[in-house]
């Protein structure tokens, strides 16, 4: 079974601190990785993609992808209140047209 | 670009009828779209993958006579739930691809099934 793992939380921040979402995935065939945002009641939103081991930046967001680890990871920095969500990590392997989900990882930010 | 709209976003039925719902990307072509089934406070369920001109790849589990899916272009599939009861009820969620290597899935704003 080809899965991604997420800690379901709740994870709890003060408002303003760093939000650190991580994930870990099985499947070493696994060459796209993707963060998506679900509020409550609506679909996932894509947040970012990463693809390459290190960093990859877009504005408060970070995500980090560590291939030999098998580990990806997200960062909110100056977390708001808004960002209250679950977060939803993917992969895709590059041999098939799948994404497998993890159960994902429910953010609370405290003002 | 890469919006995925789907309709109708709620949508109450009685038992024993079937309801379509309605999956179209708007500004890019989708061969392949996914159809996921999530229950409250539960994780996404992949029900189906829906080819373009072909029939769809149902997992394990999922009933494909219940569960109709039908991608006749391009741009649009549709999700039928016939002889729908209680147990039914949930929230689907569409979602395409661009088809590309490194490309995400791009969801729909899914539609909130209530059976009575």
């Known amino acids: 079974q080809k899965e991604v793992e997420q800690n379901s939380g709740p994870l709890s921040v003060p408002e303003g601190a760093i939000a650190s979402l991580n994930c870990t995935y099985s499947d070493r065939g696994s060459q796209s990785f993707f963060w998506y945002r679900q509020y409550s009641g609506k679909s996932p939103e894509l947040i970012m993609s990463i693809y390459s081991n290190g960093d990859k930046e877009d504005g408060r967001f970070t995500a980090q992808l560590n291939k030999a680890s098998q580990y990806v990871s997200l960062l909110i920095r100056d977390s708001q209140p808004s960002d209250s969500a679950t977060y939803l990590c993917?992969?895709?392997?590059?041999?098939?047209?799948?994404?497998?989900f993890g159960t994902g990882t429910r953010l609370k930010v405290l003002a | 670009g890469a919006v995925v709209s789907q309709h109708p976003s709620w949508v109450i039925c009685k038992s024993g009828t079937s309801v379509k719902i309605e999956c179209r990307s708007l500004?890019?072509?989708?061969?392949?779209m996914f159809w996921y089934r999530q229950f409250p406070k539960q994780s996404l369920m992949l029900m189906a993958t829906s080819n373009e001109g072909s029939k769809a790849t149902y997992e394990q589990g999922v009933e494909k006579d219940k569960f109709l899916i039908n991608h006749a272009s391009l741009t649009l599939s549709t999700l039928t739930v016939t002889s729908a009861h209680p147990e039914d009820s949930s929230f689907y969620i569409c979602s395409a691809t661009l088809g590309q290597e490194n490309s995400p899935l791009h969801f729909g704003n899914g539609t909130r099934l209530t059976v009575t």
């Open positions: 993917a992969s895709r392997n590059s041999g098939t047209y799948k994404y497998i």
């Open positions: 500004d890019f072509q989708a061969t392949t």
